[in-house]
């Protein structure tokens, strides 16, 4: 069964930046879309960015020309670099995949806080 297992969180200050990477077990990995989505406390989960299994992208709004999302499927690895980090982008960040999403991982933390 496909597991998901996000790394990369933490805490950093206002404009500080961070690598979020997700590993997925699995042979199928290259045929999905990746999607990172994330969960701040009392909040709905989000869709913060998304790429096709040829490399096509989308991103939230709001952090369009912050975060960069981009694949391995060599490696069954999406990640998320995340640039300009502001305390609205606190959260739990989560991976999956679509179609078919399956269970959540843990997801990884990232807190921006000064």
């Known amino acids: 069964q496909v597991q998901f297992v996000e790394s990369g969180g933490g805490l950093v200050q206002p404009g500080g930046s961070l690598r979020l990477s997700c590993a997925a077990s699995?042979?199928?990995?290259?045929?999905?879309?990746m999607d990172w989505y994330r969960q701040a406390p009392g909040k709905q989960r989000e869709l913060v960015a998304t790429?096709?299994?040829?490399?096509?992208?989308d991103y939230l709004d709001s952090v369009k020309g912050r975060f960069t999302i981009s694949r391995d499927n060599a490696k069954n690895t999406v990640y998320l670099q995340m640039n300009s980090l502001q305390p609205e982008d606190t959260a739990a960040y989560y991976c999956?995949?679509?179609?078919?999403?399956?269970?959540w991982g843990q997801g990884t933390q990232v807190t921006v806080s000064s």
């Open positions: 999956n995949r679509r179609p078919s999403p399956l269970t």
């Open positions: 699995g042979s199928t990995f290259r045929l999905y879309s």
């Open positions: 790429i096709s299994s040829v490399g096509s992208t």
